[in-house]
């Protein structure tokens, strides 16, 4: 029986014999039939509007499927395949319009398998939309991402045993947001974000409307998690962002604009049933925010994108904070440098309030990240990067439900990878992938097992992808 190590290895063996193999043999074809005085049958071209087509396949490495701490449950490791297509049209050549700067749309079917943990195989379909148009002084933008996971409906029970007393064991329901956040992602889901603006420019100036939208629709079963067999298991509910207005941007520089831009949204979280949940609480809102921004290139090899503002928010009364009328802080931002000798490093910021897919509080979600590549040859690639992520939930502390909301749970990640061009259409590529989880609550009682929140988890991977 063959070793996964052997299946790596085979895997990368065959899919470089399937590029030089093949292409030897029709060449050698190609000679025979020349000399014979045969023509040979003319090579596809692809046509101008389809601008990627591509298949890939991946094996990696998981060595905490579920992310758990490994206290009570143990980190559970798979082996992970994958298979993937890409499809990309670019319809602006069809039209022939010079006002259409970017019209495509891509699609991304994705299969996943878990050689030791078959409860997680999905396939991701992704559907992704770029329009850009100009005319004048006006100019439209939309960008559409939209994610089908047809998934499992049943989430993960994070429970050793479903006793009572002196013998349960449900501790891994005391864990870091990200560490169900990865499995989460697999379940049966749709997400769908899209950002669309309206720009008229007026000289120096500009006026720009504007509307954001982040929706997350979980399909998972829901059950009453104070029994069981269902102890331990994780509901999810729905949630979403959606925001609409206005920037009034001015030109300090021909690429450099200041903005003032003005937002009014809500967020929603569906509410458990009765018979679900008992804790009748729900953290939905509104909120007004206004925002001073920077956008665009002060020098050559910089790129900005920022925004900054405070968020007045009024929570329903069935939210379990003190102050349903806040103001908090939000900030955005993107600064990109390209640097000599063919490198580039990108810093990205975001922190805001949302409302979560676990529980009934609020939380300040925050995420810095620093990615770093560099092109060491016209085919070789390499990239590295670090985060930080934290979910703040002491904005509000529920004491009604049977798991505690009060908790500050961080996410310390770094990644690397490398990718080789064998030919034009011919790419491999390697890459690892570390997280390490914390409780940064140091006054979380001992009842509520911090150590539980601590977590680590690791992906290494090998691909290749082959372009057509």
Avoid: C
Wanted: glycine residues 8%; charged residues 20%.
């Amino acid at each position: 029986m063959q070793t996964k190590q052997t299946r790596v290895l085979l895997f990368i063996l065959t899919a470089f014999s399937a590029v030089f193999a093949p292409a030897g043999s029709t060449r050698a074809a190609d000679a025979a039939s020349t000399s014979a005085g045969t023509p040979s049958a003319p090579s596809w071209t692809k046509p101008d509007w389809l601008a990627d087509l591509s298949i890939s396949a991946k094996e990696s490495y998981d060595d905490n499927v579920i992310g758990v701490s490994g206290l009570s449950l143990r980190a559970q490791s798979s082996w992970v395949n994958a298979l993937s297509a890409k499809l990309g049209a670019n319809l602006v050549p069809l039209l022939g319009n010079k006002d259409f700067a970017a019209l495509s749309l891509t699609y991304n079917p994705e299969r996943f398998t878990y050689d030791n943990a078959p409860s997680e195989n999905y396939t991701a379909h992704r559907l992704n939309g770029v329009v850009r148009w100009k005319q004048d002084s006006l100019s439209v933008g939309i960008d559409e991402a939209f994610l089908y996971n047809d998934g499992n409906k049943y989430a993960t029970t994070y429970a050793l045993n479903q006793l009572g007393g002196a013998a349960a064991d449900q501790n891994d329901k005391y864990r870091n947001n990200y560490a169900h956040s990865v499995a989460r992602e697999r379940r049966n889901q749709i997400q769908d974000r899209y950002t669309v603006f309206l720009q008229y420019d007026a000289g120096s100036f500009f006026f720009r409307t504007i509307s954001t939208l982040i929706d997350y629709d979980l399909n998972t079963y829901l059950f009453n998690t104070s029994v069981a067999p269902y102890k331990g298991y994780q509901d999810y509910v729905s949630r979403y962002d959606l925001n609409g207005g206005a920037d009034l941007g001015y030109k300090l520089l021909p690429n450099l604009a200041f903005t003032l831009g003005y937002r009014v949204g809500e967020q929603q979280q569906d509410q458990f049933a009765l018979a679900i949940n008992s804790d009748r609480h729900f953290s939905s809102n509104n909120y007004q925010r206004v925002l001073l921004g920077l956008e665009g290139k002060p020098t050559t090899w910089l790129t900005l994108k920022l925004s900054a503002g405070p968020d007045f928010r009024s929570f329903n009364p069935n939210t379990p904070i003190t102050d349903l009328k806040t103001t908090r802080f939000y900030g955005e931002g993107t600064a990109t440098a390209t640097l000599p000798y063919d490198q580039s490093l990108t810093l990205g910021y975001k922190q805001y309030v949302f409302v979560s897919s676990t529980g009934l509080v609020p939380y300040t979600d925050t995420t810095i990240s620093l990615v770093y590549h560099r092109n060491l040859t016209k085919a070789l690639g390499v990239d590295a990067g670090i985060k930080y992520l934290e979910a703040n939930y002491t904005l509000g502390d529920d004491t009604a439900g049977s798991a505690p909301s009060l908790r500050d749970d961080v996410d310390y990640g770094a990644s690397a990878g490398i990718t080789y061009a064998v030919t034009k259409q011919f790419v491999v590529s390697a890459s690892f992938s570390y997280d390490a989880g914390r409780n940064n609550l140091g006054s979380l009682p001992a009842k509520y097992f911090p150590g539980y929140r601590d977590f680590t988890h690791s992906v290494t991977g090998v691909s290749a992808q082959y372009r057509f």
